[in-house]
């Protein structure tokens, strides 16, 4: 029975398991994530791969996934800063792949930079951390490509992304968390989004001031569909349809788990980019016991 390594996060809410990529084909990994995305093995929203020599992030279905990019900030930086004191040497070697101990210390601010690659998307993300292990804020920053304005779909609106879509449902009530699945397979099927390689979809309303919202995202090559604590590029997604025609560029955007990602919108060094900022949190790091994923 294979072991792996693995770090448990909260962005934001959105339980995210990360491993270290480790040769694994998509196949390998989309069958890992089904495994450890059983709450009896490990449990959580979303796993990603990252090759930390590279940079890079890739996550279990090839989607897009701004919490996950956001949770891999804090993990550079955690890294490069002042890592969580392990309780032994043993445990400190399970994870010095991903996690190893103190290497460079933070800046004097607290302020930690890097950028990294991310499936699905076409172009670096930027990545700002502050604060130190076990709890950070971290930002990225995507430049934006050109992209379909929202369509509107009936009552609701599709906003594509690279490597994700969400459609959009403004709705006064939310449905129940028992009736969430079967409404939003029922929304995929009548607007032609079950082939899609991650699709959300976005119950939204305005609470005040602030608008909240409730995702739902389905991952076609892991067979996942999760209701979610929280969601960046849905927030991303509703900021943009929100932006339409008028003068606002910043949203707090309150999430099911009871925090607000902050979305910014701007013109920079000729591009569109957009930066979603928020808290992050490591929640557990050790060893997996799996079944052989092939």
Known sequence: MPHTAFSKWSPGGNTTLLFPAAGLDSARQAALARQVLEPSVLGGE?????????????????????????????????????????????????????????????????????????????????????????????????TLPVLPPPEKRGDAFLVRLPGICHLLVEEPAFPSPDHCHDQAAA?????GLTGESAAG????????????????????????????????????ALALHLARGGTRRDFSIRQPGGTSLDVRLSFRDGADTAAVDGPVSLVAKGHVWLDDPA
Request: include cysteine; aromatic fraction near 6%; proline fraction near 7%.
């Open 46 to 142: 979303q796993v990603g791969f990252v090759d930390v020599g590279n940079k890079s992030l890739c996550m279990a279905g090839g989607e897009f996934c701004v919490n996950a990019a956001r949770a891999v900030g804090a993990l550079l930086a955690c890294r490069c800063g002042e890592a969580v004191p392990p309780p032994s040497a043993a445990a400190a070697n399970m994870l010095a792949d991903m996690l190893p101990n103190a290497a460079c210390a933070f800046p004097a601010l607290g302020e930690y930079r890097d950028a990294i690659r991310v499936s699905g998307w076409h172009s670096p993300v930027r990545l700002r951390a502050r604060g130190n292990a076990p709890h950070w804020r971290v930002e990225a920053e995507l």
């Open 187 to 191: 929304l995929r099927a009548k607007h």
């Open 201 to 236: 979809v976005i119950w939204w309303r305005h609470n005040g001031e602030q608008p909240e919202m409730l995702p739902l995202v389905h991952v076609r090559d892991t067979d996942s569909a999760f209701l979610e604590n929280a969601c960046g590029s849905g927030a991303l």
